[in-house]
């Protein structure tokens, strides 16, 4: 399967899944440093998407799935999680708009934004202990990988091993 739309439609389906299995766990981590509404916030951010995957035309394009997201986080997830997600999966729909099957250098494009994107909506920078510490060491591991002639399905595996 190329990275193209049916591609983001499940990356999103997948990512619902995954808060959905870990949603206790969040909440449990959120309550040592926070209100504790982590799991649950995002858990209900995630479960709103899913029922608009099911309305996107068969021509979506990555872009439009991740812009979907984006804008479904932010008007449903509360906190500074909806925002910093939102804002990441936005930026990053702009820079592979008008892509219909992702590349090594767009998925690099795609991470790269995204991590940006929560760096300019977060002011956070490396050594903050914030997310940017976990998206800084994806992003080089995807631009290595790009560089190194990988697929764009072995760029996403080194983006998500580091």
Do not use: C
Not at 13 to 20: H, N, W, Y
Not at 24 to 31: A, F, K, M, Q, S
Not at 108 to 129: C, H, P, S
């Amino acid at each position: 399967m190329g990275l193209d739309g049916a591609w983001a439609i499940a990356w999103m389906r997948g990512s619902a899944a995954v808060v959905a299995e870990h949603r206790v766990e969040l909440i449990t981590l959120d309550r040592d440093i926070g209100d504790g509404d982590h799991g649950e916030n995002l858990d209900r951010g995630f479960s709103a998407i899913l029922p608009k995957l099911d309305e996107q035309p068969a021509d979506a394009t990555p872009a439009d799935i991740l812009k979907l997201a984006a804008t479904t986080l932010i008007s449903t997830v509360g906190g500074a999680s909806g925002p910093l997600y939102g804002t990441a999966l936005l930026k990053a729909s702009i820079a592979v708009a008008g892509q219909e099957d992702l590349d090594a250098d767009a998925v690099v494009a795609l991470l790269t934004a995204a991590r940006d994107g929560i760096v300019l909506r977060g002011k956070a920078e490396v050594g903050d202990k914030t997310m940017v510490d976990a998206w800084t060491p994806a992003v080089d591991a995807a631009s290595a990988a790009a560089a190194a002639g990988e697929s764009p399905a072995r760029v996403l595996a080194a983006a998500a091993d580091a």
